[in-house]
Structure formats: structure tokens, C-alpha cells
């Protein structure tokens, strides 16, 4: 809405303004209706948009007094009016069949605060919730056809063998996607087997470092005795049997690359000490060696252990375990990512049948019963049962006797609890019937009676849940 602060016009300069072209073209582009008066009422000025909203000719209102107006009935009420008695802004409302017209009057004041006129703006409230409802409607259409492509688009997207469907690993994707290109060590929380090394080689693909090397060290699977010379490396005859011409360690060999320390938490203390050194001064020396090596290195770290136990405990260094946290990225075990499920089952079930040359469907209630178990092992679990299942499953699908019995009978354990589960997977069947049945979004959600948007929704949440047919 337009609004007019108190501005200082003598009334003869105001006159002269309000007479000149350009105002009148000015006051011509605004879509409010604006009707101008001077400090007895009198109309100066009446721009082309309150023409339209009011329906009345500029020409038969300008030089009329507003006063006159009223007393003569030729309009109800008037803000200017108000304004003049009050020296305030006033609102008013007029509503009738066609219009619902909303009236802002505002003095405007010279330097003696007397009033040199009234700049009434009027809109038509109706129009404007007319185009309200227009948007709101556009809008609708927008986000549905944003749906639609993210439906569409969500089948697609797989990012190097990487599934990430679920709202908890797309979060992690983005947390992963924020700090790959910058230099700050990362810190990898998880339990075994949710793919802690995959988002380490996601980070390090996605950073400025991809074309170097991404060097992986366990640190609970190196011997402690060797520990040192695995990570710095070793010159001539710095211990017995240490090869001629010496050795590059790891932060040798990761220069200018990723550092992936997996396992962290088993790093023994001496190591632990040596690494921060590492960290903040940014070189080190080769065992039996006087040169210092300078290391370009972005460390990234990996745990599933409960680091801040072993801190307490006093197992891990605490400046180390705060050098490491700057940037920690929690991986949820799979049972709280169930949507990732089917798609999981999907992937490696093309791997390995591409792998055995064994085309292997899968039964939808096989994939219902994988989706409801716990998963201890998680993905390394899933991609272990999977290729089995591939393999003896003879018959080329796999159907619920396939499945081993810790699974099953978790199941038998879980259903009372699942009922609303149970539902939702009968509404899936539904929806993926009227799918079949009548090819296209639309027409099913209407044999349906549901929304198309409605219909979309479920479908895409569904088959994120229970993914049926493995072809
Ligand atoms: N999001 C994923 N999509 C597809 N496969 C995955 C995903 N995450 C992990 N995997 C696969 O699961 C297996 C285990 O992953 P990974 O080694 O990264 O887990 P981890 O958390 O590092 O395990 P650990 O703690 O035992 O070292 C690997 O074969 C990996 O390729």
C-alpha cells in the first residue's frame, strides 16, 4: 500500500507538482486508486486506476469539494473527510455486489503541520483476494509438478552405487557435500557396516582432491610395533629388517590426497601423540630419518566406537579427540532408515545377478519382511544375505521360505506392533494396482477418489518403504 510520511509542501508548490505531466504519469502506473484532495476537500487529482476500481470519470470528479459530495449523497461517507476532522490516516470499508473497497486517507503537512491536502488510495480488496486465490492456485500446481519430478527424478538418482533415499542419508549427503571441498578433517560416527568408508570416498570425490590418492589405514588391524613406520615411513637401516632405500609411509603416500584412518579409536597412544603432532604442525620425519617432510593431507576419521568412553576412560588422547571432531558426520544404522531397504535389495540384487548371470526377481513380501528386520550387521549384512539368496535360490525368486530364520522370526515378533504397517502396505498394493490398471497418475488417483498429489505422495513414500518388483 502506498504511504505517505509526513512531507513538507506548501500548498502552491504542491499544486504545481500536482499539475505537472510526469505526476500525472507517475500517479498513472500505480494500480491502487488514488484521488487527491487539498486542505478544504477540494479534488486535485483522480489517477487512472481509481477510474477503474470506482467506476467513476476523473473529469466529473476533479475540482469538486468532497464536502459537497457527501451533503449532496453522491457518496456515503469519505477517509478525506475524516482525515481533514482528524489530521490522522483513516481507513474505511465500503463493500457492495461487485466490490469489496477498502479507502486509506493520509494528510500530508507543511512545516506548520496544517494540512496541505489528503491523498485518499483505494483498492479493491475482492480483486486482490481474487489474485490471492489465483497464486495460491498456481502455487499448488507448482509444488504437485515438483512432486511429479522428484518422483520421477528420485527413480533415477544414484550416486555411484550409493543409495540414499532416506531423509536421514540425504542429510548426511548434504552434511557430506558442505565439507568435501573445504580442507577440515572429518570425523565418521557409525556403527559397523553403515558405510562409513563410502561417505569417505564420497567426500574425497567430491572435493578438490579427487585426482590424488585416497589412502585407507585400519588402525585396529595394523600391529602396534609397526604402527609408526605404516605411518611415517622408514629410512635405510632405521631397524633390523627394514628394506633398503627405506620406506614411504602412509602420509607420504596420501600427499596431497585423503587420509582415511578407519577404526581410530584402536590407534594405541604413542600413535595418538605423534598424529596431533602431525595434524598441527603439518610435517614429521621417516623413522632413523633427519629430514622433515612436509605433508599435504585432509584427514578423515572413522569410528564405531563410543569415543568420548575412551576419553574418559583415558584410552584416547583428549586434544586429539578435539582436534578430530571438527566436523563429525553421523551415519544411522540402517533400522532407522528403513526406506533405504528396497532400494539396497534392488541394487545388489542387479550386481550380483550380473555378477552370477542368475536374473533373480524378488517376492513383495520378501522385501516387506526384509524391510521390517533390524539389520545388526547393516548394509554388510544386506549385501551378504543378498548374494547368498542369489545363489541358492534355484527357482530365480526369492520368496519368504528363502530367508534365513533369525529373520523371519523377528518378524512373527514385530508384526502386532506394525499394524498400522500392515495397512499402509495393503494401500500400497492398492496404488500400485490402479497404476497398472489405468497407466497413468491421474487416472488412477481418480478410480482412487484420492488427489492426483495425494495418490503421488503415497505411491513415492511407499515404494520408498516396501519396493515391489525386482525385475
Ligand atoms: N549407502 C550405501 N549404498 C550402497 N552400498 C553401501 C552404502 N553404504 C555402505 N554400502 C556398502 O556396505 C558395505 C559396508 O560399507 P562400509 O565399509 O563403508 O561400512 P563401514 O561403516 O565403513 O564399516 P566398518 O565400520 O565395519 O568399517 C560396503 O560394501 C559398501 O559398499
Not at 542419508?169 to 565439507?179: I, N, W
Not at 526369492?398 to 508384526?415: F, N, V
Request: aromatic residues 8%; contains cysteine.
Amino acid at each position: 500500500m502506498l504511504c505517505y510520511s509526513c512531507t513538507i509542501y506548501e500548498a502552491g508548490r504542491l499544486w504545481s507538482v500536482v499539475i505537472s505531466k510526469e505526476w500525472d504519469t507517475l500517479l498513472d502506473l500505480i494500480s491502487d486508486g488514488i484521488i487527491i484532495t487539498d486542505h478544504e476537500g477540494t479534488i486535485l487529482k483522480v489517477n487512472k486506476a481509481y477510474e477503474r476500481i470506482v467506476s467513476i470519470k476523473p473529469k466529473a470528479l476533479v475540482g469538486k469539494n468532497i464536502k459537497e459530495m457527501v451533503k449532496d449523497g453522491t457518496i456515503p461517507e469519505s477517509s478525506t473527510l475524516k482525515v481533514l476532522q482528524t489530521k490522522q490516516e483513516v481507513t474505511l470499508f465500503h463493500e457492495n455486489n461487485e466490490k469489496d473497497l477498502l479507502y486509506t486517507g493520509t494528510p500530508m503537512f507543511n512545516e506548520r503541520n496544517e494540512i496541505v491536502a489528503v491523498v485518499n488510495c483505494v483498492r479493491d480488496m475482492r480483486e486482490l483476494n481474487e489474485l490471492k486465490r489465483t497464486v495460491t492456485q498456481i502455487k499448488q500446481v507448482n509444488q504437485e509438478y515438483r512432486e511429479q519430478l522428484d518422483y520421477f527424478h528420485g527413480r533415477e538418482s544414484k550416486i555411484d552405487g550409493l543409495i540414499a533415499e532416506s531423509r536421514e542419508m540425504q542429510h548426511v549427503l548434504t552434511l557430506a557435500t558442505k565439507v568435501a571441498p573445504l580442507d577440515s578433517v572429518v570425523m565418521l560416527r557409525g556403527e559397523s557396516g553403515v558405510g562409513k568408508e563410502v561417505i569417505a570416498k564420497f567426500i574425497h570425490t567430491h572435493s578438490k582432491r579427487v585426482s590424488e590418492a585416497f589412502i585407507k589405514v585400519n588402525c585396529g588391524a595394523i600391529p602396534k610395533d609397526l604402527m609408526e613406520s605404516e605411518f611415517f615411513g622408514y629410512e635405510t637401516g632405521a631397524f633390523t629388517g627394514a628394506s633398503k632405500g627405506g620406506k614411504p609411509g602412509f602420509f607420504e603416500l596420501a600427499d596431497k590426497g585423503t587420509l582415511f584412518l578407519d577404526e581410530i579409536g584402536d590407534m594405541p597412544q604413542e600413535l595418538q601423540v605423534k598424529l596431533l603432532r602431525v595434524l598441527e604442525d603439518r610435517e614429521f620425519r621417516r623413522i632413523g630419518g633427519v629430514k622433515t617432510i612436509r605433508s599435504d593431507v585432509r584427514i578423515i576419521a572413522a569410528t564405531n566406537q563410543p569415543l568420548e568412553e575412551l576419553v574418559e576412560q583415558k584410552k584416547f588422547r583428549k586434544d586429539l579427540y578435539y582436534r578430530l571432531q571438527v566436523y563429525p558426520i553421523v551415519i544411522p544404522p540402517l533400522r532407522e532408515r528403513t526406506t533405504d531397504i528396497p532400494h539396497l535389495i534392488e541394487y545388489y540384487l542387479n550386481t550380483f545377478q550380473e555378477r552370477h548371470g542368475t536374473p533373480t526377481r524378488i517376492n513383495p513380501e520378501a522385501i516387506y519382511i526384509l524391510s521390517q528386520y533390524k539389520w545388526p550387521g547393516n548394509i554388510r549384512e544386506v549385501i551378504n544375505l543378498l548374494e547368498r539368496l542369489v545363489i541358492i535360490c534355484s527357482n530365480r525368486e526369492i520368496l519368504p521360505e528363502h530367508l534365513p530364520r533369525e529373520i523371519t522370526d523377528c518378524l512373527h515378533l514385530i508384526k502386532p506392533v506394525h499394524f498400522k504397517e500392515q495397512l499402509e502396505w495393503i494401500e500400497f498394493q492398492e496404488l500400485q494396482r490402479a497404476l497398472e490398471q489405468h497407466g497413468s497418475t491421474r487416472k488412477a488417483s481418480e478410480s482412487l477418489q484420492m488427489s492426483k498429489t495425494t495418490f503421488i505422495r503415497k505411491l513415492k513414500k511407499y515404494e520408498g518403504r516396501f519396493k515391489m518388483d525386482h525385475k
